[in-house]
């Protein structure tokens, strides 16, 4: 199945955690601080990372920050603060999905499984790239370069690094240039249907790209909003590549 890596720094819920996923088949590799989740990772490279926020040594947050910085794994976060504000922090940061205690853990066991596969598949779907022998073309919108089957962005020629959730956005924007989509629309295609996960979480990974892809992020020209309905990317902005 997979490999994963939880962090957790009580023992008894890392424990119960274990047992779920190796009773799923899954390799499971524990451990109770930060800074041991990150050596962690650096050395066996799992495909999953459960990261529980409130750590010692080195807190969940500062993990994922780290983690990020050399890979795209997928970053599930437990926490126990259950403000917006404080479960957006963690996509902020680039976490791909969050759990807020107290879980059930039939529950987190779905979200790992939602995790795991969209991991795995290839971007598009039914409103994606074609099928057959045109599979997953490069998607191109303006400068922008968006590869599903290498997982890669770029623009005006340079790599762009994106979190899963932001490639995921960026892919289902990107195979329709100029289509308006909801949040709604764009959080089932990034998280699928979630009753943790609102809307707003579409708006925290939009300011992300726009960070990366926009010359000016607050005068956006290539990921635009479309007051009162959503997001869409316009295929004719040539976005940084002019900068």
């Known amino acids: 199945m997979a490999h994963v890596l939880v962090a957790e720094d009580d023992v008894n819920q890392a424990d119960l955690i274990r047992r779920y996923l190796e009773h799923e088949g899954h390799r499971v590799c524990v451990v109770h601080d930060g800074r041991a ?22 807190s969940g947050l500062d993990a994922c920050r780290a983690l990020r910085a050399e890979s795209d794994v997928a970053v599930l976060m ?8 404080d479960l957006l922090t963690g996509l902020d940061l680039g976490a791909d999905d969050y759990v807020t205690k107290p879980y059930s853990p039939r529950e987190l066991m779905a979200r790992v499984r939602t995790l795991l596969r969209r991991a795995r598949r290839p971007v598009g779907g039914a409103e994606g790239p074609g099928t057959g022998k045109d599979a997953d073309p490069v998607l191109r919108a303006g400068a922008l370069a968006v590869d599903p089957t290498r997982r890669t962005v770029h623009l005006g020629g340079e790599p762009v690094a994106c979190t899963r959730a932001e490639f995921q956005l960026l892919a289902a924007l990107a195979a329709q240039p100029g289509r308006v989509f909801t949040r709604a629309q764009l959080l089932e295609h990034i998280h699928g249907i979630s ?5 707003r979480t ?21 990921l635009v909003t479309v007051y009162g309905v959503g997001y869409k990317l316009n295929g004719s902005a040539d976005g940084a590549a002019s900068a």
């Open 37 to 58: 989740a990150v050596a962690a990772h650096h050395r066996d490279r799992p495909d999953l990372v459960v990261l529980d926020v409130m750590m010692p040594v080195m």
């Open 78 to 85: 437990l926490t126990a603060r259950a403000t917006e504000e």
């Open 195 to 199: 009753r943790f996960i609102t809307e």
């Open 202 to 222: 579409i708006d925290v990974h939009v300011k992300n790209l726009r960070r990366k892809l926009e010359p000016n992020p607050r005068k956006p020209a290539l």
